[in-house]
């Protein structure tokens, strides 16, 4: 028994020391060689990633070209595009300077006795040099009819008129209103109006469909 004893004692004590060999081999840190070989893997998909960001048109944003007004949604009432051309013999300043007049000439108290544009118009910017830039309008509603009194408090209807250069002595027109479903033919009373003037001068305009 006694003998039984001490085989197991020297057993367990040669286990016991075959285990704390085996973890004293192994390093507490991780080899160099396999660093490198992590670092060059991270890289190498980090890599990837960047030129899969750069290349693929899925990941890049929406970006509209140069000089494009945004299309009227389809089906829209209360949103009109037109183009309009000065004529060849103007050179870009005198068409700009000339769009510029006939923008100036819309009565600031509105047509049909103040139904359309009762509320004036203003210029909110105008940046047009050369062949690029646009002019940014502001137009309102008296607020004295009946809509405006009831659905908006009595405030008037604000809507927008946006004109870009298309170059060529092509410019881009585009009156929408900022709130309902219909303006009542407004957007296009406007356009008109002021396709008028343009056509009196020669230029040539062109109903967008969107």
């Known amino acids: ?16 020391h075959g285990f704390s060999h085996q973890s004293a081999k192994q390093p507490l840190l ?11 893997e991270v890289l190498f998909h980090t890599a990837s990633i960047s030129a899969l960001t750069i290349t693929s048109p899925l990941l890049l944003p929406n970006i509209a ?6 299309a009227c949604p389809n ?9 309009w051309t000065a004529p060849s013999s103007l050179s870009p300043s005198d068409a700009i300077a000339q769009l510029r007049e006939t923008l ?3 009565p600031q108290e ?16 105008d940046t047009l040099d050369g062949s690029s830039g646009s002019i940014a309008l502001e137009y309102k509603s008296s607020g004295k009819g009946f809509f405006a009194k009831g659905f908006n408090g009595g405030r008037p209807f604000v ?9 060529n002595g092509a410019f881009e027109f585009r009156s929408s209103s900022r709130m309902g479903d219909s303006d009542f033919g407004v957007n296009g009373k406007r356009l ?13 305009g062109v109903m967008l469909t969107n």
């Open 1 to 16: 028994m006694t003998l039984l004893r001490s085989l197991v004692i020297a057993a367990t004590l040669a286990i016991g």
């Open 30 to 40: 991780t080899p160099r060689s396999s660093r490198i070989s992590s670092r060059r």
């Open 65 to 70: 070209p140069a000089n494009a007004i945004t």
């Open 75 to 83: 089906g829209s009432q209360n949103c009109v595009r037109q183009t």
């Open 104 to 106: 100036a000439a819309y």
């Open 110 to 125: 509105g047509q049909e006795d103040g139904k359309v544009d009762g509320g004036g118009y203003a210029i909110i910017s």
């Open 159 to 167: 809507d927008d008129l946006i004109i870009e250069s298309s170059g």
């Open 192 to 204: 008109s109006y002021i396709g008028g003037l343009l056509k009196g001068k020669g230029w040539n």
